[in-house]
């Protein structure tokens, strides 16, 4: 997870815009995903964006790409409880198919 | 994540003890990959699997962890002489084939606790 770096934490008033930022540093990766993970489960895929996309949208959920800074954002309209996870950003690895992952963000959707 | 199946969701063990880890892929995948989350931390690349065969281990410690998928049945994580620092949750997740535009889909992991 060294390579791809996260906020660890956001907190967010519910029906209020969150946006989760990562960055990456391997510039082969051709696709960049977006996992949820709620606590005790495991990761549930919600996005992924190739690369040659600047952005992608999934009912409320909006990816950004910005591949000259290696900067990946995801933004959530409309922010509510259920949203509260902690959301992790991932790359491909060199190898193509393991998967870099970062620490995570801890988002906190609060009444 | 109904896809992918994996047991037992909790497991104990004592320190010198074995433990294995099943995963079932989701229906029509044969690609397997394992991964380990320390507390508080993102998740690591163990191995990564296809039936019968290794493709690559180079996440996995050298000693005491092994893999397998065998033609019939789970893939199966063992890991032998158990120390605390093995405590973590380990997540298998499969793909229909590999390659970057193949997503993983992850099970709800094994919660491993080690005393």
């Known amino acids: 997870g060294e390579d791809v770096e996260q906020s660890l934490f956001l907190s967010v008033r519910e029906g209020d815009s969150s946006v989760i930022n990562c960055t990456y540093t391997?510039?082969?990766?051709?696709?960049l995903y977006w996992y949820k993970q709620e606590p005790g489960a495991g990761l549930q895929l919600l996005t992924y964006?190739?690369?040659?996309?600047d952005m992608k949208q999934d009912q409320r959920l909006t990816v950004l790409l910005n591949k000259k800074d290696k900067h990946l954002s995801l933004r959530i309209a409309d922010t509510q409880t259920g949203d509260s996870a902690i959301y992790f950003c991932?790359?491909?690895?060199?190898?193509?198919?393991?998967?870099?992952f970062g620490k995570g963000t801890s988002l906190l959707v609060t009444p | 994540n109904a896809g992918v199946m994996q047991n037992p969701r909790h497991l104990v063990r004592r320190r010198g003890q074995e433990a294995r880890l099943r995963c079932s892929p989701m229906k029509g995948h044969s690609h397997v990959y394992w991964y380990r989350q320390l507390p508080e931390e993102g998740l690591k690349f163990m191995v990564y699997?296809?039936?019968?065969?290794?493709?690559?281990e180079s996440g996995m410690p050298k000693e005491r962890f092994s893999a397998e998928f065998p033609k019939e049945g789970p893939s199966i994580l063992r890991i032998q002489q158990v120390v605390r620092g093995d405590s973590a949750a380990y997540f298998c997740?499969?793909?229909?084939?590999?390659?970057?535009?193949?997503?993983?889909?992850f099970g709800d992991g094994t919660r491993l606790s080690i005393l």
């Open positions: 964006i190739f690369s040659n996309m």
């Open positions: 391997d510039s082969s990766s051709t696709y």
């Open positions: 699997l296809q039936k019968e065969n290794i493709i690559d």
């Open positions: 991932a790359e491909n690895s060199n190898s193509g198919y393991a998967l870099n």
């Open positions: 997740a499969s793909s229909p084939t590999t390659g970057e535009s193949q997503p993983q889909h």
